[in-house]
Each structure stands twice: as C-alpha cells, then as structure tokens.
T-cell receptor, first 113, second 113 residues
Framework: EAGVAQSPRYKIIEKRQSVAFWCNPISGHATLYWYQQILGQGPKLLIQ????????DSQLPKDRFSAERLKGVDSTLKIQPAKLEDSAVYLC???????????FGPGTRLTVL | GQNIDQPTEMTATEGAIVQINCTYQTSGFNGLFWYQQHAGEAPTFLSYNVLDGLEEKGRFSSFLSRSKGYSYLLLKELQMKDSASYLCAPSRHYGGATNKLIFGTGTLLAVQP
C-alpha cells in the first residue's frame, strides 16, 4: 500500500515570497490533515478536510495561508507571503476511519530566510 | 478546549522499562493515540486506546483511564533505536464522522547504553 506522498521535501525561500506544498493521501482516505511542526514542538493542526470540504481551519492563519482539496483527493497548502516564523516542517496526514490521523507523509521542511 | 501534559524529556537505560505519562483535558473525547517520532522524520502510529485498560503490542503497551484523563505508554526491553520523541494525541469527536487529533509537545526519550 502506497503511503502519503508530499512534495517538495525541502524548500528554502526568502520572507515575503510565496510557497506551495502538495500532498497525495493514501488512496480511499476521506480525511486529510495539514499540520505545522516547529522544531521542539508537537504537530499543530492547521486544517482538516473531509473529502473536499473543510472540517476545521480554526488555527490556519487565513491572512497568509490557504489550502484546497479539489475533487477530494490531492491537496495543496499555500503560504503567501511567508514570514520568518513560518519556518517549520509541514506534515500531511490522511485517515480512512472514524479514528484520527494514522498515516503521515514525510513532510516538507520549509526554511524562510 | 484541549490541554495535554507530558514530560518534556526522559532518560532510560538499554534493556530497561520506561513509562511515559500523559494527562489530558478535552471535550468530546473519543480515544487517544500515541505516536513515535524520530528526529527529522514524520510521526509513526504506535497505538490507539478508546476503552479503559491496557493494550499490549509487542514491546509497547498503552493504558487509558477515561475517567481520570490519563494515559501512559510503556516500553519494555528498551533498545537504542527507541530513542525518539513520543507524542500523546487525544482525539476529539466533532459530529458526524469527523474527528480531530491534537498533539502534545512530546516526550523526548534518550536510551543510554
């Protein structure tokens, strides 16, 4: 069974630039999550999709972050413009059952200079 | 709201047993996950408890007491490769078929020879 795929694995940008991350969940998984993990902290939920609808985006900084999941499969997370404090690993996870996220992708490590 | 408390760091000796405790307060609680995260890698699923009691899976066991808002992860016969961060993550039910997974900051376990 293929796992959760993410790209790119690493990204370095300057502040005020834009960046986009892509996630392909495990086939058939209806729930998709984007987490932000700052070094030394646990993952923080940014947004949760159920199929192509948003379930929770209460911690998404909507002035600069956006996410979509067209057709209920792949998802993209965008930051525009980036700030220094956005430097983190962005993790995508998917779940096919009633219980929470079980399968994480390898993450995208973002460095904002 | 949600509040998760677990020790920041622990040290143990190879071959020993270690218990990592987690206390939580969350509304709509419907289960608790434990994840393992090695440095620079994505979290990997270890266990899921929804009922009170002990769930054993090889060298790892997880315990849950819903009435006390308490869980622990027990690691036996410690190996050097068990050095990692262990994340406690209560799951919260939204309504319908959706759940929200919230992570603690994690406990960094160092296994020494």
């Amino acid at each position: 069974e293929a796992g959760v795929a993410q790209s790119p694995r690493y990204k370095i940008i300057e502040k005020r630039q834009s960046v986009a991350f892509w996630c392909n969940p495990i086939s058939g998984h209806a729930t998709l999550y984007w987490y932000q993990q700052i070094l030394g902290q646990g993952p923080k939920l940014l947004i949760q999709f159920q199929n192509n609808g948003v379930v929770d985006d209460s911690q998404l900084p909507k002035d600069r972050f956006s996410a979509e999941r067209l057709k209920g499969v792949d998802s993209t997370l965008k930051i525009q413009p980036a700030k220094l404090e956005d430097s983190a690993v962005y993790l995508c996870a998917s779940s096919g059952g009633l219980a929470g996220a079980k399968f994480f992708g390898p993450g995208t490590r973002l460095t904002v200079l | 709201g949600q509040n998760i408390d677990q020790p920041t760091e622990m040290t143990a000796t190879e071959g020993a047993i270690v218990q990592i405790n987690c206390t939580y307060q969350t509304s709509g609680f419907n289960g608790l996950f434990w994840y393992q995260q090695h440095a620079g890698e994505a979290p990997t699923f270890l266990s899921y408890n929804v009922l009170d009691g002990l769930e054993e899976k090889g060298r790892f066991s997880s315990f849950l007491s819903r009435s006390k808002g308490y869980s622990y992860l027990l690691l036996k016969e410690l190996q050097m490769k068990d050095s990692a961060s262990y994340l406690c993550a209560p799951s919260r039910h939204y309504g319908g078929a959706t759940n929200k997974l919230i992570f603690g900051t994690g406990t960094l376990l160092a296994v020494q020879p």
